[in-house]
Every structure is written in structure tokens, then in C-alpha cells.
């Protein structure tokens, strides 16, 4: 069920990118540590995955948006199952896991369609039947 729009994405998005981003420190991890860069390098992939995407809050149309919720979905299934891959063990894999697992779920419960452009087909086919 796609109940998630391209705007509240982009916003959900932004705020799992500062979410990584802080995670590191709220859990107190070695800065070199691999349960560091692991969180780092995926916030920093998805900040650049939404800046790039064609939709509300981009800087560059480089991905449309069906391939950047593609993009979101890898690296939040990557980032669920880390752990695993590298074996990591502790209480540190807990965000990996969450936050993973958060994205990749956002990826598939957001609709396809930027709002407008959804709009825009409705007054279209208004349009034509008439």
C-alpha cells in the first residue's frame, strides 16, 4: 500500500540522512570504527541520492524517482543486513538493523508519482472527457 508522497519522502528522507548522521555519537561509537563508517557512508549515499532525484527537494535532476526509492531500498536493505555481512555483533547493530529496515520500508510505501504531476494527469483526463 502506497500511502507516502513524493514530499513527505523527501522530508522522511532528510531526516534519516541527520539520523545517521548523529547515530554514531548518541550510541558512542569509535569514529574508525566499521559501525561508524557503515552509518556515515549510507546517510551519506541517500543525502546524494535525494539531492540528484528529480522531485520537491533535489538540487540536480540526475535519478528519476522511481529509481531513487530503487536506490533507497538497496541501501536500506544493505544497511539492515550489515551486521550480518561484516559480523558485527553488540548492542551497536541495533540501529543498523532499525534504520535500515526504516528505509527500505519508506521505499516501498511511497507512492511513484510527484503529487503534481499526479494532478496534472487527473485535469487531462478531465480534460479529454469532455
Known amino acids: 500500500m502506497k500511502i507516502i508522497n513524493s514530499k513527505m519522502h523527501g522530508i522522511l528522507d532528510y531526516s534519516i540522512v541527520f539520523l545517521l548522521s548523529i547515530t554514531p555519537y548518541l550510541f558512542d561509537m569509535d569514529e574508525d570504527s566499521i559501525h561508524c563508517r557503515l ?63 526504516s528505509v527500505s520500508v519508506l521505499s516501498l510505501i511511497t507512492k511513484t508519482q510527484k503529487e503534481t504531476a499526479k494532478q496534472e494527469n487527473q485535469v487531462q483526463e478531465e480534460l479529454q472527457e469532455i
Open 39 to 101: 552509518l556515515m557512508v549510507t546517510g551519506l549515499l541517500l543525502l546524494l541520492s535525494s539531492l540528484l532525484t528529480d522531485f520537491e527537494y533535489f538540487l540536480v535532476k540526475v535519478f528519476s524517482f522511481k529509481t531513487h526509492l530503487k536506490i533507497d531500498f538497496i541501501l536500506g536493505a544493505f544497511l539492515a543486513l550489515s551486521p550480518f555481512l561484516f559480523d558485527l555483533s553488540g548492542n551497536l547493530i541495533l540501529p543498523h538493523i532499525v534504520l535500515g529496515i
